[in-house]
T-cell receptor, first 115, second 113 residues
Framework: GAGVSQSPRYKVAKRGQDVALRCDPISGHVSLFWYQQALGQGPEFLTY????????KSGLPSDRFFAERPEGSVSTLKIQRTQQEDSAVYLC?????????????FGPGTRLTVL | DQQVKQNSPSLSVQEGRISILNCDYTNSMFDYFLWYKKYPAEGPTFLIS?????DKNEDGRFTVFLNKSAKHLSLHIVPSQPGDSAVYFC????????????FGSGTRLLVRP
C-alpha cells in the first residue's frame, strides 16, 4: 500500500515568505507527527495529532510555526515569515493506534531552504 | 541536553562481519526504543524496536539489545551487507509523552565489499 507522502519535496523560500508543507499519512492512521531535521542531526519533534486534535505542540520553535489537520487525515505545517534558521528537512510520520504504542512510519520529507 | 546519544558518528565494517551500533540514553522514563535506517533523500525507515520489559529482540539479521541499568542499547547486524550502508538512528519514547520520538544524532555505517 501507499506510504506517507509529503509535498513539495523541495522548497526554496526567500526570508520573510510564508510556506506550507503538506503531509498525506498512511490511510487509516490515527496519529500524525511532524519532525524537523537539521543537517547532521537526528529528527526533532515538533507536534502531534490524534485524528484532528493537536495533542502536543511543545516542539514548535516559535509562534511562526502552525500545524493543522482539520479532517483527521491530511496535515499542513505552515511557517510564517521564514528565517534562515528554519532551513531543514521537515519529516512527517504516521502511526496506527490511538493512544497506543506503535511504529511511526516516515515520509520522504520536505527540504526547506530559506535564502 | 541530549537525552539520546549516539557517540560514534561513523562506523566502517567488512562485508560479512558484524556491525554493532551503540546508543545511550539519560531519561529513565523511556520505555520503548527503536532503530531507524536512513538513505540520502529518503525518510527514516523502521528497522526494529524493543520494549523496556525485554532485553533482546531479534528480526532476521538485526538484533537489538537493551541494558536498562546502564541505559544503553545496541543494534547488531550480522552478517553485514553493502546494502546496509546508511545512517542509523536510535530513538526512544516515554509512555506519558504523546509517544513522540527522541532521536540520537545518528551513526553512518559503511559496509565495505
Amino acid at each position: 500500500g501507499a506510504g506517507v507522502s509529503q509535498s513539495p519535496r523541495y522548497k526554496v523560500a526567500k526570508r520573510g515568505q510564508d510556506v506550507a508543507l503538506r503531509c498525506d499519512p498512511i490511510s487509516g492512521h490515527v496519529s500524525l507527527f511532524w519532525y524537523q531535521q537539521a543537517l547532521g542531526q537526528g529528527p526533532e519533534f515538533l507536534t502531534y495529532f490524534q485524528n484532528e486534535a493537536q495533542l502536543d505542540k511543545s516542539g514548535l520553535p516559535s509562534d511562526r510555526f502552525f500545524a493543522e489537520r482539520p479532517e483527521g487525515s491530511v496535515s499542513t505545517l505552515k511557517i510564517q515569515r521564514t528565517q534562515q534558521e528554519d532551513s531543514a528537512v521537515y519529516l512527517c510520520a504516521s502511526s496506527a493506534p490511538a493512544g497506543g504504542r506503535d511504529t511511526q512510519y516516515f515520509g520522504p520529507g520536505t527540504r526547506l531552504t530559506v535564502l | 541536553d541530549q537525552q539520546v546519544k549516539q557517540n560514534s558518528p561513523s562506523l566502517s565494517v567488512q562485508e560479512g562481519r558484524i556491525s554493532i551500533l551503540n546508543c545511550d540514553y539519560t531519561n529513565s522514563m523511556f520505555d520503548y526504543f527503536l532503530w531507524y535506517k536512513k538513505y540520502p533523500a529518503e525518510g527514516p525507515t523502521f528497522l526494529i524496536s524493543i520494549s523496556s520489559i525485554k532485553d533482546k529482540n531479534e528480526d532476521g539479521r538485526f538484533t537489538v539489545f537493551l541494558n536498562k541499568s546502564a541505559k544503553h542499547l545496541s543494534l547488531h547486524i550480522v552478517p553485514s551487507q553493502p546494502g546496509d550502508s546508511a545512517v542509523y538512528f536510535c530513538a526512544a519514547s516515554a509512555m506519558d509523552s504523546s509517544y513522540k520520538l527522541i532521536f540520537g544524532s545518528g551513526t553512518r555505517l559503511l559496509v565495505r565489499p
